[in-house]
């Protein structure tokens, strides 16, 4: 049986890469050791595949057909399509059609609705936090999108239930495999609104402390009252929620969190110790 | 073709020219002969003038805020500029 063997999340703000020259020197070290502690992380996890929970920023799908929730089940997906990322390492990364094919069956089950794409392009969201790991070796990636980016959203609570099944359903994957899940983006920012350029820190910070101590009832409640009233960017959390679902919420392990001005983001990496035992 | 998202309007026609251009042709060929592109997608006169006129507040109510800023990316608006055109108007 496949095993799940641990559990990340990262920041992956397009300006972490264009504009990472005007990023203030203590920001870049502080930044860099964050992905890098990751990294060392997923290296010695020894992964055959990654979950990548993170959304689409309109790389594949537009207003024609918006899924809330798409699994990536293709041999390969393609690279980044930013021009900005053209040197990213990678112009495709494989993917793991049997897990990922396995994830939307146990969903659909499970009473949950997952679309399934057979080719996705991996933009920023997923690409950012694999380079800036620093991975020698990539995992086979399924990726599983989250729709954060154009309402309607959905609910947090479903979220984290959708965590909880990605760890049943990797759970009863008949193949040894070793997978671990990455979600990306957030915390708070805010794009093309009045408000862009703008972190609140305050609102990260208490998600912050919601992960570490709060009940799950009390992370999505705080979270569906303020996620419509920050910065939209912060929908992204809704990835880390999977995640947090995904580690029965507990364990979470903050590695850094800096609000960083020159990259519009309240940027934070976080590992869930998966062995912790429920407080 | 107007939708009601959230607290905005959705013109899927804007939208639709906004997520095109994402394409660098597409945006090398905008940025050369602005209402050639325009005048492919049946958006209505009001929207192309405010198009036109890089009005970012008018077309800020019409589309989803990611498309939003990579349109004005792709026009060659300086991030600064539309972030300021964002706050003030």
Same mark, same amino acid.
């Given at each position: 049986? &496949?095993?799940?063997? /641990?559990?990340?999340?990262?920041?992956?703000?397009?300006?972490?890469?264009?504009?990472?020259?005007?990023?203030?020197?203590?920001?870049?070290?502080?930044?860099?050791?964050? %992905?890098?502690?990751?990294?060392?992380?997923?290296?010695?996890? @020894?992964?055959?595949?990654?979950?990548?929970?993170?959304?689409?920023?309109? &790389?594949?799908?537009?207003?024609?057909?918006?899924?809330?929730?798409?699994?990536?089940?293709? *041999?390969e997906h393609a690279g980044p399509p930013e021009p900005f990322l053209k040197p990213f390492p990678h112009r495709a990364l494989r993917g793991h059609?049997?897990?990922?094919?396995?994830?939307?069956?146990?969903?659909? *089950?499970?009473? %949950?609705?997952?679309?399934?794409?057979?080719?996705?392009?991996?933009?920023?969201?997923?690409?950012?936090?694999?380079?800036?790991?620093?991975?020698?070796?990539?995992?086979?990636?399924?990726?599983?999108?989250?729709?954060?980016?154009?309402?309607?959203?959905?609910?947090?609570?479903?979220?984290?239930?959708?965590?909880?099944?990605?760890?049943? @359903?990797?759970?009863?994957?008949?193949?040894?495999?070793?997978?671990?899940?990455?979600?990306?983006?957030?915390?708070?920012?805010?794009?093309? *609104?009045?408000?862009?350029?703008?972190?609140? *820190?305050? %609102?990260?910070?208490?998600?912050?402390?919601? %992960?570490?101590? /709060?009940?799950?009832?009390?992370? @999505?409640?705080?979270?569906?009252?303020?996620?419509?009233?920050?910065?939209?960017? &912060?929908?992204?959390?809704?990835?880390?929620?999977?995640?947090?679902?995904?580690?029965?919420?507990?364990?979470?392990?903050?590695?850094?969190?800096?609000?960083?001005?020159?990259?519009?983001?309240?940027?934070?990496? &976080?590992?869930?110790?998966?062995?912790?035992?429920?407080? | 073709?107007?939708?009601? !998202? +959230?607290?905005?309007? !959705?013109?899927?026609?804007?939208?639709?020219?906004?997520?095109?251009?994402?394409?660098?042709?597409?945006?090398?060929?905008?940025? +050369?002969?602005?209402?050639?592109?325009?005048?492919?997608?049946?958006?209505?006169?009001?929207?192309?003038?405010?198009?036109?006129?890089?009005?970012? !507040?008018?077309? +800020?109510?019409? !589309?989803?805020?990611?498309?939003?800023?990579?349109?004005?990316?792709?026009?060659?608006?300086?991030?600064?500029?539309?972030?300021?055109?964002?706050?003030?108007?």
């Open positions: 049986m &496949a095993s799940l063997v /641990g559990i990340w999340a990262a920041s992956h703000g397009p300006l972490l890469v264009r504009n990472w020259h005007e990023v203030p020197a203590a920001h870049k070290e502080r930044i860099t050791a964050g %992905f890098q502690e990751l990294g060392r992380s997923v290296t010695a996890a @020894a992964l055959d595949v990654l979950i990548e929970v993170s959304p689409d920023h309109w &790389a594949n799908f537009f207003l024609d057909n918006l899924p809330a929730v798409c699994f990536g089940v293709g *041999e059609p049997g897990l990922a094919m396995h994830l939307a069956r146990s969903a659909l *089950e499970a009473d %949950f609705e997952p679309s399934i794409s057979h080719r996705l392009k991996l933009d920023h969201g997923f690409c950012i936090p694999l380079w800036r790991m620093g991975l020698e070796r990539l995992p086979r990636i399924v990726p599983m999108i989250v729709n954060s980016i154009e309402p309607p959203f959905p609910s947090v609570r479903r979220c984290i239930d959708w965590g909880a099944l990605l760890r049943k @359903a990797i759970q009863t994957y008949p193949e040894p495999l070793r997978v671990g899940v990455l979600a990306t983006g957030g915390l708070s920012h805010s794009i093309g *609104e009045r408000t862009m350029g703008d972190i609140d *820190e305050a %609102f990260d910070l208490e998600c912050i402390r919601l %992960f570490q101590e /709060g009940t799950q009832a009390e992370l @999505a409640a705080f979270l569906e009252m303020r996620l419509p009233i920050t910065g939209n960017g &912060a929908q992204e959390v809704r990835n880390w929620a999977v995640a947090h679902g995904a580690a029965g919420c507990r364990g979470f392990r903050l590695v850094d969190y800096l609000p960083v001005p020159a990259v519009i983001v309240g940027c934070a990496f &976080a590992a869930w110790e998966l062995h912790r035992p429920a407080a | 073709m107007f939708s009601l !998202t +959230a607290s905005r309007m !959705t013109d899927y026609w804007l939208s639709k020219l906004f997520f095109d251009l994402q394409d660098p042709a597409a945006a090398a060929e905008f940025r +050369a002969d602005r209402e050639s592109v325009l005048g492919r997608y049946p958006i209505a006169g009001e929207v192309k003038q405010a198009v036109l006129a890089n009005d970012v !507040t008018y077309l +800020a109510q019409r !589309t989803n805020p990611y498309l939003l800023r990579y349109f004005f990316f792709a026009a060659g608006m300086p991030e600064e500029e539309f972030r300021s055109r964002l706050r003030n108007g």
